[in-house]
Structure formats: C-alpha cells, structure tokens
C-alpha cells in the first residue's frame, strides 16, 4: 500500500512560486507512476502533469507548459511541482496520486493525497 502526503500549498500572488511536495510512506515509491491533479471549486478534477518511475517521460497540461515542472527523487521518496508565473486560474486543490503509468486520467491512478490548497491572487 502506498500512502501520500502533499504539502507546499499557500497564497501567493499572480506571477509568484510555489513548490509542492509528496511524500510517500512505503518501500516501492520508486516503482510507481506519479501525477498531480487539480479541481477548483465548480470544476472538473483537472491533469497537471505525470512522470513516469524511472522519469524518462514527463507529460503536462497545456496550460501549465512552460511553467511547471514535475520531478521526483526516488531515494527521498519524493515527487514534486515546481511551479513558476503562477496565475490566478491555477487556484484549486492539488492531489498527487500513484499508479502504473504517467496517464493524463485520474482513473488510472491507484492511490491519492489529501491534497494541498493552491491560491494565487491578482
């Protein structure tokens, strides 16, 4: 079993940054999927970004491309969002999640976060 843990969430204003961070509890971090996620009140759950085990493949929203990057260190047991040129419609709560490929639907994720709230004012 797997379990996460984001934080790094806050307030911070239009054009600001911010750095998320999972932890993951267990032994088999590293064979894992990851991706973030996000879901604003009234919207859809929303993809921001997945990375493969091994980070050999990234993937990403467009309309975070450019601006966020995910990573992960296996040996921490960690994956993170770096996320630069923040805007006001990136507010939402973000989840990371775990699961056997970096897919763009968060159906195919096993495991999730509690999630961390994201907001960025004008």
């Known amino acids: 079993q797997v379990q996460l843990v984001e934080s790094g969430g806050g307030l911070v204003q239009a054009g600001g940054s911010l750095r998320l961070s999972c932890e993951g509890s267990?032994?088999?971090?590293?064979?894992?999927?990851m991706g973030w996620f996000r879901q604003a009140p009234g919207k859809e759950r929303e993809f921001v970004a997945a990375?493969?085990?091994?980070?050999?493949?990234?993937n990403y929203a467009d309309s975070v491309k450019g601006r966020f990057t995910i990573s992960r260190d296996n040996a921490k047991n960690t994956l993170y969002l770096q996320m630069i040129s923040l805007k006001p419609d990136d507010t939402a709560v973000y989840y990371c999640?775990?699961?056997?490929?970096?897919?763009?639907?968060?159906?195919?994720?096993?495991?999730w976060g509690q999630g961390t709230q994201v907001t960025v004012s004008s």
């Open positions: 267990g032994r088999t971090f590293g064979t894992h999927a």
């Open positions: 990375i493969s085990w091994g980070s050999r493949t990234t």
């Open positions: 999640a775990a699961g056997n490929l970096p897919s763009r639907y968060h159906n195919a994720y096993n495991y």
